[in-house]
């Protein structure tokens, strides 16, 4: 089973604030941490008794739901194999993200990309931090 995991913030030049809806809670509880403004801290624990996992790295969200952070939800076999090496939240366990909020253009190769996230920074306002979560269930039936 697989579901998204959304939870927003508030960038401003000092600081991350959590929004109304800056958390989830429940089975899965997901939250942006107040924090400076050099990262986004971002907690998953896992309630549950089953073992969950991240599906990839997240993406940074503007209201028009446009990705604004070059380095995440890349959609890279590395990144991918990154995540399912250390994605995994064992039951009653949790996990911290930590993504910066600038990059260095050095490291985006595509011009198209380099000349949209030119700014080296995210600017700031308010975002949300979309992620998928797969959830390993177990379960037992008997077919008459």
């Known amino acids: ?4 995991i959304n939870p927003h913030f508030k960038l401003t030049s000092d600081s991350i604030v ?5 958390s989830m809670s429940g089975a899965f509880e997901c939250r942006v941490l ?13 309630h549950t008794q089953n073992m969950c996992r991240l599906s990839g790295l ?3 969200l503007d209201a028009h739901t ?6 995440t939800r890349s959609g890279t076999t590395k990144a991918y194999d990154w ?7 064992k039951p009653g366990e949790g996990i911290l993200l930590v993504i910066p909020t600038s990059w260095n253009l050095k490291d985006i190769s595509d011009a198209y990309k380099r000349s949209y996230y030119e700014s ?10 979309s992620t998928l ?3 390993e269930l177990e379960a037992e039936f008997r077919l008459k």
């Open 1 to 4: 089973m697989h579901f998204n």
């Open 58 to 60: 997240p993406s940074i």
């Open 120 to 129: 080296g920074r995210l600017s700031e306002g308010e975002y949300s931090v």
């Open 83 to 89: 995540m399912q090496a250390n994605g995994l939240i």
């Open 66 to 71: 446009q990705n604004r952070h070059p380095l």
């Open 34 to 46: 107040p924090s400076r403004s050099d990262s986004i801290r971002m907690i998953v624990f896992n």
């Open 18 to 22: 959590p929004t109304a809806t800056g």
């Open 133 to 135: 979560m797969m959830v």
